[in-house]
């Protein structure tokens, strides 16, 4: 019997007071200068990460993938459904089998949790799109690096570290920020936006939340390889961020 992996995804979110497998990490805002994010336990016939897509990935051109991918949805919501539509005909219950992929990933919803994310596309009203921040890279790939050596998940670095004290060793973020993480065996930025967008059990979809959040301007991308999961990406949001 073919194999199969599951995804998480991990995110968080603050406000300034005055929030195969694939893993999302996250947390609805908070109001106050603290994160929280909880990953969803792998189910138990996730394979490792050897039996992932053996094509070589350039995590550079992934994240400027992720970016334009963010951007594209972020500008019209609407417009990106075709993207989620075109998932509906590789569900065979809730395994899914993309293009490129050697094995199928096992979801929590299946093709259900895709249409209400069609559903919640055709009614978001578009938010401004975000520039790049170094710094926020910088910040980003502080959590990316730190993972691909310890093969952790979440938001909560080896040192100690969250989301808001590695953008501030780069800079100072204003109002808020945010931060998504993607886990698993995708091949483009547009399967993370994808992944993050269906937010496949989760619930409260906070890592869509995060991707429309209507106060951010700018944003920190970084992928790279996760011992686990073969890839990761983490994108770190905020109203405004000055970069040392």
Request: charged share 15%; aromatic share 4%.
């Amino acid at each position: 019997m073919e194999g199969a992996m599951n995804r998480t995804a991990l995110a968080a979110v603050v406000l300034l007071a005055a929030c195969a497998p694939p893993i999302r990490t996250g947390s609805p805002p908070s109001t106050t200068a603290t994160t929280s994010g909880t990953a969803a336990p792998p189910p138990a016939t996730s394979t490792p990460a050897s039996s992932a897509p053996t094509t070589a990935i350039d995590y550079r051109r992934l994240e400027r993938e992720v970016l334009l991918e963010l951007n594209s949805v972020r500008a019209n919501p609407a417009g990106y459904v075709a993207n989620l539509s075109a998932l509906l005909p590789l569900f065979n219950g809730n395994l899914i089998k993309k293009p490129g992929m050697s094995v199928s990933i096992r979801t929590n919803e299946g093709a259900a949790a895709v249409r209400e994310a069609i559903a919640a596309l055709q009614r978001q009203a578009p938010v401004p799109t975000l520039a790049l921040s170094s710094g926020m890279s910088a910040a980003a790939a502080d959590l990316a690096n730190d993972q691909r050596r310890t093969g952790e998940l979440g938001h909560t670095g080896s040192d100690g570290s969250n989301p808001g004290s590695r953008l501030n060793a780069h800079g100072t973020w204003q109002q808020s920020y945010s931060e998504n993480v993607d886990y698993g065996p995708f091949l483009s930025g547009r399967d993370v936006i994808v992944d993050l967008l269906v937010d496949d059990g989760v619930p409260g979809r906070g890592h869509r939340h995060n991707i429309f959040d209507g106060s951010a301007r700018v944003v920190g991308v970084s992928c790279g390889p996760h011992p686990k999961f073969r890839s990761m990406c983490v994108i770190d949001q905020a109203s405004g961020y000055v970069s040392r």
